[in-house]
């Protein structure tokens, strides 16, 4: 009888180690590797989702955006950065969790204006530079949407298509024909060079 209850508690031990490792298994499958955005337009409207899919390429989770009128650019741009998925969504700035697309800030008229596919990038601070494509405004945001500063750019300066951090400040990549780069004060928006 006590060899009985030795072999059922040594089974019951291996079953629970089996199903843990299985629920980890599971969730670890659940991982998000890849945020993508998809696009369709309808009746002259333009209708994004943000999805965060796992590394087999299913959908773990999905954000509908909002509808805006269908034009050259799309109204909604999107940035990954460590362990969060940034979208500016017309005027709108939105901040998700990348694993669970749980929304973590979101800020109505974070933008004067609607950023048509915009150059964005995020500082170890999870601070947003944004930077509309025919726009010569360049916007730093903080991770709850709260406009931080704005700087306008030379009028010659357009298309920008990058955004980098450099030594001296935030760097701003522009590929408009006579276009130069410019650096700003990371801190203040101040046009360095």
Known sequence: MKAFKTGAVSLLFFLCVMMTCT???AKS???VTKVEKNTRYSDNMEYCT???KNSAGRTVWRYK???HPAAELSSVSYKVS???VYIIDGDTFIRLHKQTGKKRSKKKE???ETLGSAAMFVDGSGNLYAAGYYGDTVYKVNKKGKQLWASKTAENCFWPDEITRTK???KVHYTGEGSQDVVFDAENGEILY
């Open 29 to 31: 499958s659940d991982k």
């Open 110 to 112: 974070a933008f004067p």
């Open 82 to 84: 460590k362990q969060n």
């Open 50 to 52: 943000i999805v965060g």
């Open 23 to 25: 629920a980890a298994q």
């Open 65 to 67: 955006c909002a509808g």
């Open 168 to 170: 001296k400040g935030i």
